[in-house]
Each structure stands twice: as C-alpha cells, then as structure tokens.
C-alpha cells in the first residue's frame, strides 16, 4: 500500500527537552507537508517543503521549531525546548505536485509532561 | 480570511439514517474544496475534492456538490453505517498558493447498529 511514514508513533518529553520526529513521504512525491492536530481537532500549518526547498512556513518566530527534507533522507520536525503546549499529532503528508490532494501519515502524537 | 465552517461538531445517528455535515467557506481567492475522514489512531484520509461550481465528488457513497453561490461544500450520504463512524474534514486550499490546506474543526460522525 502506498503511504506516508511517520516515527515514532509516539513520543513522551518532559518539558524543555528536544524532540525530534520523522517522515517518509509517498515514493516520487517532492512536496511534503507538517501539520500540528491538537486535542480539539484543530489544524495548525507549520510548514511545507518541494525537494528540499522550504514553500511556505509559519511564522516560528520563537524558533523553537525547525524543519527540514534532505535529499536521500527522511523529512524531519524537531521542537528544540518542548513545551505543555506543543502536545499534539503532528501529520506530515505529501503529494505529487503542490496542487494535488496530500495523501497523509499517520502521525506522530507528542506528549509533554 | 480564508477560513472553513462546519457547522455541526457533533452527530449522531443510526444506520441507514441520512447523513448532513454543512460546510461554508470564505476564500480569498480560487478554491479547492475537499473532504477527508479521519479513523481513530490514524491520518485524515481523502474522501473527494471539487474546484468547479457545480461539480459534484463523491466516494464510498458519500458526495457534495460544491455551490460557489452560497460558498457550500456540504457532505452527504443517503445511508450510513457503523463503519462510518468516524471525524469528517472540510478543508480549502486556495488556488496560487502553495498547496496548503485550511480544515475546519471536523464533525464526529457516531453511527448506532
């Protein structure tokens, strides 16, 4: 089956610590997208890339957020100093062109405690 | 903005019911309406999308016309089952950005045997 692969599943951090999760999107599909889904189903987009090239992110003014898509490597999300606030799914998904529908993982849940 | 509306957060029914999730929207620009469905531990699914007054998408017996007059993308099924119990996105990309997707708050569909 076709499919995005994200890990881990899931990730427990305590508070100011780093975390790290990653994603292989659908084979042959450039564009990658990370989505952060919290407890109350709203989606919040960080950032989304074409090969290795960053089209669009949010503005992560506090820095705490980075991404990036190495060639020849998973995509990855990294949060440098978790906060209670950063709980959530976090999605990544990927399509063909910007413009076709994202087929998606199936999430990374972070808890931070 | 650009923003999605689902008017009902939650639904119940029984099967073999009819099935209504309303969706608005407001878009800057040209839209792409979408559904998805989202299973309990896994990634929102896509169910269809539509980008032309009056067209129609449909899948798995679920379909909704997108209506640019009254900015509508409602969701419906003339008979559901307890399998499609599950959370429904409505969700709007506008044309010319960079694929990004808006989603609304989702509604959660509990279907009763």
């Known amino acids: 089956n076709s499919k995005v692969i994200q890990t881990p599943r899931y990730l427990v951090k305590g508070q100011g610590q780093k975390a790290k999760m990653r994603c292989i999107p659908e084979?042959?599909?450039?564009?990658v997208f990370w989505y952060q889904q919290n407890k109350n189903n709203e989606f919040k987009f960080l950032i989304n890339?074409?090969?290795?090239?960053?089209?669009?992110q949010i503005d992560m003014t506090e820095k705490r957020f980075s991404a990036e898509c190495p060639s020849n490597s998973p995509c990855s999300l990294e949060i440098q100093s978790s906060e209670a606030g950063d709980s959530a799914l976090y999605l990544c998904?990927?399509?063909?062109?910007?413009?076709?529908?994202?087929?998606f993982g199936e999430g990374t849940r972070l808890s931070v405690l | 903005g650009d923003s999605v509306t689902q008017t009902e957060g939650q639904v119940a029914l029984s099967e073999e019911d009819f099935l209504t999730i309303h969706c608005n929207y407001s878009?800057?620009?040209?839209?792409?309406l979408f559904w998805y469905v989202q299973y309990p531990g896994e990634g929102p699914q896509l169910l269809f999308r539509?980008?032309?007054?009056?067209e129609k998408g449909s899948s798995r017996g679920f379909e909704a016309t997108y209506d640019k007059g009254t900015t509508s993308f409602h969701l419906r099924k003339a008979s559901v089952q307890e399998s499609d119990s599950a959370v429904y996105y409505c969700a709007l990309r506008i044309t010319g950005n960079t694929g990004k997707l808006i989603f609304g708050l989702g509604t959660t569909l509990q279907v009763q045997p």
């Open positions: 890339f074409q090969n290795q090239e960053v089209l669009q």
């Open positions: 878009a800057s620009g040209y839209p792409t």
């Open positions: 539509a980008s032309r007054d009056k």
């Open positions: 998904a990927s399509s063909l062109r910007r413009h076709q529908a994202p087929l």
């Open positions: 084979k042959g599909h450039p564009v």
